[in-house]
């Protein structure tokens, strides 16, 4: 069965720390992983990832897939109290494009 | 551009009724997506629809169905509603060819 598995379910930080959020996946024929930042209501999209080793960057977000472990991390560099929220890993089922399986998301909480 | 648009922001229905929600995708995306989110979880696939049709379909009930418009838009049809139906219904639209999905702020039911 694919599944989606996404550590720690939550985190709670002080401004300017660094976190690093872990997700694990188990599909058939997979095409691509991404990141989701869920803050009240819409999922904002982050990245997505298809190639192994190949980092992704925005700003103080990076993501880099590892596609023999099955495993893809988030680090966020100099938390801010805006980056609190629930951080969502999905992968598509089955070699599909659009049935995105989700994780249970990482609630993350940073302090001023 | 605008987003991905959902109607209502919020309804509040008894066991037993039905409710229509409606979507509309970002300008130039034929393919929708619906996804059902609970409290703690994350957003769990229903439907998805290109060019009018469905292309695929979760495991939720009969009492579940929806359908795409000419204009790309689409509704989310729940009959016979139960209390476990409360949630957020998240649409998605997209690109037919990419895996990227980008998501409307949702409609939060809670079903009495």
């Known amino acids: 069965e694919d599944k989606v598995v996404q550590s720690p379910l939550s985190l709670v930080v002080h401004e300017g720390d660094t976190v690093t959020l872990n997700c694990s996946y188990e599909v058939t024929n997979f095409r691509s992983l991404l990141w989701y930042k869920q803050e009240k209501k819409a999922p904002t999209f982050l990245f997505m990832l298809t190639s192994s080793g190949i980092e992704k960057k925005s700003g103080r977000l990076s993501s880099i897939l590892d596609k023999k472990e099955l495993f893809s991390i988030l680090n966020i560099t100099a938390t801010q109290t805006g980056d609190s929220a629930v951080y969502l890993c999905?992968?598509?089922?089955?070699?599909?494009?659009?049935?995105?399986?989700f994780g249970k998301g990482t609630l993350l909480t940073v302090n001023p | 551009d605008a987003g991905v648009t959902q109607s209502p922001t919020h309804l509040i229905k008894t066991r037993g009724q039905h409710v229509t929600l409606r979507c509309s995708p970002i300008?130039?995306?034929?393919?929708v997506s619906w996804y059902q989110q609970v409290l703690g979880q994350g957003p769990q696939f229903i439907f998805q629809?290109?060019?009018?049709?469905?292309?695929g379909r979760g495991n939720f009930p009969d009492r579940f169905s929806a359908r795409q418009f000419p204009n790309y838009s689409s509704e989310l049809n729940v009959n016979a509603l139960l209390l476990g139906d409360s949630a957020l219904y998240l649409c998605?639209?997209?690109?037919?060819?990419?895996?990227?999905?980008?998501f409307g702020p949702g409609t939060r039911l809670t079903v009495l």
């Open positions: 999905a992968v598509p089922l089955g070699g599909s494009n659009y049935k995105l399986t």
């Open positions: 629809y290109y060019e009018k049709e469905e292309r």
């Open positions: 300008s130039g995306h034929k393919s």
């Open positions: 998605a639209s997209s690109l037919w060819e990419t895996d990227t999905q980008y």
